[in-house]
């Protein structure tokens, strides 16, 4: 069993900036991508950013791309979310997620995570 758990979320205003954790204890992560996605009010959870297991390929939705920055520390068994030139749009509830399978690439769909953390709120204002 794994448990993750997101911090570092926040109300922030246009331009700023957020750093979102997300610890795991129970398991390790080494081994697994890892991916964070986001749900906002009313619409469908959808994927944000996606790194591999040893943190050398990174995947990011179009809409944060150049902005976000995936990282991870396996050491520490921590999954990072850099967030950069923070908009409006970008309110929600963030969440990390393992991939399914060990040793498996980037994950972009939701069927591919299997354990979830309890969300992370970001608040963006103008």
């Known amino acids: 069993q794994v448990q993750l758990v997101e911090s570092g979320g926040g109300s922030v205003q246009v331009g700023g900036s957020l750093r979102l954790s997300c610890a795991a204890s129970?398991?390790?992560?080494?081994?697994?991508?890892m991916g964070w996605f986001r749900q906002a009010p009313g619409k469908e959870r959808e994927f944000v950013a996606a790194v591999s297991m040893s943190g050398g390929s990174t995947a990011y939705a179009d809409s944060v791309k150049g902005r976000f920055t995936i990282s991870r520390n396996n050491a520490k068994n921590t999954v990072y979310l850099q967030m950069n030139s923070l908009k409006p749009e970008d309110t929600a509830v963030y969440y990390c997620a393992r991939r399914k399978e060990l040793g498996s690439g980037l994950g972009y769909l939701i069927f591919e995570y299997d354990y979830w953390g309890q969300g992370t709120q970001v608040t963006v204002s103008s």
């Open positions: 129970g398991r390790t992560l080494s081994g697994y991508a």
